[in-house]
């Protein structure tokens, strides 16, 4: 764990510069807007240690996969977030001699991420080996009004030497990914052009052919004029540059503005990418600088209004969820159906893919509330789109007649993880898929949806459950053999309780949408029905015969749901009575000692507990929240979230605050030793669960948002902003009681400790408990 | 399947070259003498498909793992078997043209595997692209006595033309394995020098530092006389070579004589190997070839007394046991305690490592009756000086005190298998290694063995049991949780009936052990329970509380042992029931799927059955083997040798001889596709079981040979030796009783059909049903 951010509410703020820690910063200081985003790389060279990154969203690379032993069913490749041009490089030497951090005397350092206003800034003063002394300043933005585009203002300072500055800005396109399965590199060169006053690369991924435009347009000035430079354009292989020279005395400010387009085929047509990349630096270099930045700062306004949450009386709290909040939207704005929330966003390569159940299990709910519904259905439709994919996928293990089964990690719908116990088996993210069709539907109340495209998913879904499963003639019930759950300390278990209850749920729901379908326009449903080849009469009953005999592994001394066949034979030591030099067990214990063991990596049980509350009265939450937690090591930025939200539920505030701070500050602290790969985006979501739905006991209740907040010790007071149905409120939590404040025109109904209440368009309620 | 095998009583044959099958060939004409062996490679030069292969016993390389994802506790190298200087290698040019069977129209091809002299002779006439005519014939072996030289006779006659002959006899180092994790090559060049009449190349493996010079010595003759020849030595990096010019007359006759030899820094000071190297070769080259011929022929004749079985009225099972018992022999003769049996022998890289458990389960019986006492020994001895490694290895896995896991693929102890549900969890190997030092004392009275070793392995055996269970508070019992038993199509597994039976059995005849190894020798006891820290007290009683309380799964119902927990969730459709299309299922199936089911790839419950027969009534043995034979895919080779003695021993004598012939022409008929990778030695082991333990019924009764043969109904008698306790005999089973024939001069006690019976030194018995 690592401390060297500076607390502040707004900003997050590094101090001195310490090489060390330069490639966490460069994952929290990242930039995103959702189309494509880069870690926070300085623009000057730096020899030192470096995890160079440029992403352009849905633009991947399928590497051949790398196995140690072949399993039947593995894919062949491994979709890859692609490490794409480097549009922030601008080389400067001073007389010749580079700029290089590494190797200077660095003073005067300080990184600041503007959160408020969504962009980066650097200032260092840095003394070079000849003993030249330069103060630079650097700003940087991906542009929130534009996305597919980002400004650079550069500005160096000699402070006691006059002389010539060569300043070489730069789109280099000769990139590899670190993690590269076998070492190759992803683009060919398309073509490109160096001038005066900027240029372009165009490449094309091998493979999958995607081209990308990544274009550059720049001007100086010294101190604040126009300068008089000579100006030498440069090209390489996938690389231009523009070799600069002008004087500048000692004092004066030369600044560069690099303006940069990324524009990609997937929404331009391939042979118009190097025109209209022009036509756009043209644009945005006409606008300027400043009012780029008027602009982003404006659309960051607007974010925040929806998004922003405000904790009065713990400024480190506030930095925590303002960045996570920030992160998030950087990562995923939703205006495009093709593109997901990758694990790592923009902040680095690793896991690849861009998809896994995190969206819909945990990303789901904070769009929801946040964002306009459009986004969250984007999110939907993203997985509808890959239907057919998820039956061919499904068709490969050995499936029929329409079964789907989602991959595990995803960047086009074809599954690329390949580790047999949690491709194969960790198919419980099927049901997450499921139920982020009934929670938009819920909190929406869109319900054409359903039958527009939900219905389509959720029965190939159910087919799969019912393929799945198999009748045990020991048992007398259905079974569920060979899965893993969201506890991956698990691997290739029976009956595993969360995975069954949720197939259970699934077949349920498809029937129940059937009804709902049908009663809403029965020409769609028959025409879905004939397009797919449903049989209600046959597979139907077959769901509802499950449904009344699946197996749901229970304890009846303890009268605790079981996690798995089996779990009661294991030797039960609780997590708190481990050696503290035994933990974390993921890299103290083998793995064959893990899998023995009865530890939980991440909510299992209780994720499904969580998911359907209501099912379960309160005595039985706590019964099992009682056994699994002190069995639970968290060793999952996923997990501590669902505990969170169940014990503020329990009423154990105390806890749930506790639970909540485990990951709110998991980046910004490098609580787990690897942040410099990049931020634990999606666990990100569940912070905000935790204050929403946690302190804030958000849930939907009789299709109405219902409130149950309790206010964490050390908090004066905070407040989120909840979107819902076209209506935005404000909830503020303070020893005062809950002040829900209606900022729409039109009234509101809401539960608030178990009360109806209404708020009147542009009115505030104060609540007590 | 292919069967381009010629039937032969005592060779393997092949007519016509066809290229298709030149890999297979190359796999089953392999020669070895447990020091060194080869693929059968040609000569000449050959441009067509085939994998060079040439190994030296011991000699490995720790290549880098490969892995998909990285668990805790994979170990970071697989040794691989390594794939070293090439001493066959012989060029032909005639005039100027390459002789090269892939260029050139093949005619009269004929490669026989001499069994019964041990050697390969290939012959053909082979014209080239220009017309030119030749006959060939090539005679070589791997001298079984003296096992670091080999000898080749290459005759070329021209048939249609006269002309110059170039013939390059060389040594060619510069060779790699094909299944190189990262494309790397595993040796270095040492030294190396190309002279007249020969010349030698060292080397020295990357890492490991092994050194392997490889030298030859050659001569040639024109119609059985010295000829007249210019020879020029040459070298290139890792190879050396002699190019000889001469003139041969149409119908005229050239003969080179290759002398090679192998030594081996294990065996010899690296700084001496080459000097050494030439006294070898000056030795065998004095002898001459016809010499060094006769000794093989002799010393295999030695080997086929002990070890020959003689099937009367079935050639083709005559061929295909001989063959087993041949390559066994040249894989691994028990000279050397260091050395082992590599499931490929020396007929292929695949899979690495030179031992498995297979060793201990399949190879231990078949040496322990058909070589002297010693080999076994030296197997057990292995086995013994690696025990520090092996507590190394549990005490990654997180074991303490001494406690013992051996690796599951290993050259020097150490792990090199990384797929964690078998490296950390198939780990019934140990119970096998403590059954071999049982089965040998059993098999040769060598108590002694027991003090002076066998104890120390068994207790660090029995203390990685102990502590592997663990105690479960919900069944009141011990369980053993996260294995893979034998049925690999199973893995991560709770209670595994074979596994866990073992355990215990491990435990009991450890503490049967110590009270033995006390009254041996109880100094000795004192001393080992001084140098190991056992304390009898607590570990015995624990040992006990184990064997008294341990969880083996059975059901009630059926009354059978049951495979493990869960088993009987399973989908029961029988074997014979699964469509012929989705068979193998390791190939039609995908991972999942596999381990879903209730096929089961090798024996398992049947192998416990096998290894403990005695434990359980008929009707027992009957009970299970109905219930799991039919779910058996015998998807291993090693699988169908234990359902065929099983199936014997029921009386189910057409099943049982069904059984044997599943694995008794696996290579030689290349049944699974993959003979070109190599030939299966150890299922080799498992086929010879079959006739001895299935036909022949032996077994250890009373501190006696048991027998209770039956005749197979396809021959008219086979006859097998055994040799016991220093006295060898040979049974005879024919449809007049079985006639046992002692062919030492030691009265021997038998059982013959449950009857005591007495056999003469020099005499013989027939004994009726």
Redesign the interface.
């Known amino acids: 764990m690592k401390d060297y951010i500076k607390i502040d509410e707004w900003k997050i703020i590094e101090e001195g510069f310490d090489p060390h820690v330069h490639k966490v910063s460069e994952s929290i200081f990242s930039l995103g807007n959702g189309r494509m985003g880069q870690r926070a790389n300085f623009e000057e060279a730096y020899s030192g240690e470096s995890l160079l990154g440029n992403y352009v969203a849905g633009v991947y690379y399928p590497d051949k996969?790398?196995?140690?032993?072949w399993?039947?069913?593995?894919p062949e490749y491994f979709a890859k977030v692609l490490n794409a041009a480097n549009w922030v490089g601008i080389d400067v030497q001073l007389d010749g001699e580079q700029l290089d951090l590494a190797k200077c005397e660095v003073s005067e350092f300080r990184r600041e991420l503007n959160m408020k206003d969504g962009y980066l800034k650097r200032n260092f003063t840095a003394k070079t080996a000849s003993g030249k002394i330069v103060e630079v300043e650097a700003i940087r933005f991906c542009s929130m009004a534009d996305d597919e585009t980002g400004a650079i203002k550069y500005s160096i300072k000699p402070i006691n030497f006059s002389g010539e500055l060569t300043i070489t800005p730069s789109i280099d396109g000769d990139v590899k990914n670190q993690d590269s399965n076998y070492d190759e590199k992803f683009w060919d060169e398309v073509s490109k052009e160096a001038k005066q006053d900027g240029g372009y690369v165009q490449m094309r991924t091998k493979k999958t052919g995607f081209e990308v435009a990544t274009g550059m347009k720049f001007n100086l000035t010294l101190d604040g004029n126009a300068a008089e430079i000579i100006a030498e354009p440069i090209d390489k292989e996938k690389y231009v540059g523009t070799v600069v020279k002008l004087k500048a005395g000692e004092g004066q400010t030369v600044t560069l503005y690099k303006y940069a387009a990324n524009l990609s085929s997937q929404n331009h047509p391939s042979d118009q990418l190097a025109e209209l990349t022009y036509a756009v630096l043209d644009k945005i270099s006409a606008k300027g600088f400043d009012t780029m930045m008027a602009e982003q700062a404006e659309a960051w306004a607007k974010k925040w209004e929806l998004n922003d949450i405000i904790i009065d009386g713990d400024v480190s709290a506030q930095q925590a969820i303002r960045f996570n909040i920030f992160q998030l939207n950087q990562t995923y704005t939703g205006e495009d159906d093709r593109l997901n929330i990758g694990p790592k966003g923009f902040t680095g390569e690793k896991y690849g893919g861009s998809t896994y159940w995190d969206t819909e299990a945990y990303c789901v709910p904070f769009y929801l509330s946040t964002a306009e519904q459009r986004v969250t259905r984007n999110l939907l439709l993203y997985r509808y789109k890959q239907l057919g994919k998820a039956i061919e996928n499904a068709a490969?293990?050995?499936f029929k007649n329409g079964a789907a089964l989602y991959p595990m990690v995803t960047m086009d719908g074809t599954e690329c993880h390949?580790?047999?116990?949690i491709t194969?088996?960790e198919i419980h993210r099927n049901g997450a898929i499921a139920f982020a069709i009934y929670n938009y539907v819920r909190y929406t109340g869109d319900e054409a949806y359903l039958a527009d495209y939900g219905l389509e998913v959720l029965l190939a879904i159910a087919r799969f459950w019912s393929q799945r499963v198999?009748?045990?003639?020991?048992?007398q019930q259905y079974?569920m053999?060979?899965v893993t759950g969201p506890n991956e300390y698990e691997?290739?278990?029976?009956?595993n309780w969360y995975t069954s209850t949720l197939a259970v749920w699934c077949m349920e729901y498809a029937l129940e949408v059937i009804e709902k379908v049908k009663s809403i326009d029965n020409a769609k449903y028959e025409a879905l029905v004939a397009k797919i080849n449903f049989d209600i009469i046959t597979e139907g009953e077959r769901f509802k015969h499950i449904i009344a005999n699946m197996y749901l592994p229970y304890d009846e001394k303890q009268q605790i749901f079981l996690q798995q066949?089996?779990y009661?034979?294991?030797?039960?030591i609780l997590v708190k009575d481990l050696p503290a030099t035994d933990r974390p067990i993921?890299?103290k214990?083998?793995?064959?000692?893990?899998?023995?063991s009865c530890y939980i990596k991440q909510a299992d049980v209780l994720q499904g507990i969580y998911f359907f509350e209501d099912q379960y009265d309160i005595d039985t939450i706590k019964r099992n929240f009682d056994y699994y937690e002190p069995r639970t090591v968290h060793e999952s930025s996923l997990s501590p979230c669902v505990h969170s939200i169940l014990a503020a539920k329990l009423g154990d505030e105390k806890r749930a605050y506790e639970f909540y701070l485990r990951t709110s500050r998991l980046d910004l602290d490098d609580y787990n030793n690897d942040t410099e790969d990049g931020c634990h985006i999606t666990s990100m979501a569940g912070t905000w669960m935790s204050v929403v739905e946690g302190f804030g006991g958000m849930r939907m209740r009789e299709d109405k948002l219902s409130f149950q907040p309790f206010l964490p010790e050390k908090w004066a007071s905070f407040s989120f902003h909840i979107g819902f149905r076209g209506i935005t409120i404000k909830v503020t939590v303070s020893k005062d009681g809950v002040k829900v404040q209606n900022l729409s025109d039109q009234n509101i109904d809401l539960l608030v400790y178990g009360k109806e209440q209404t708020v009147a368009g542009g009115a505030e309620g104060i609540f007590a408990n």
Request: hydrophobic share 30%; charged share 30%; net charge negative.
């Open positions: 996969t790398r196995v140690g032993w399993k039947n069913g593995y490969l293990l050995g390949n580790e047999w116990e194969f088996e198999n009748w045990s003639e020991d048992k079974v053999l060979g691997n290739n278990i029976n009956n066949d089996g009661l034979d294991k030797e039960q993921n890299q214990w083998s793995w064959d000692r893990i899998l023995r």
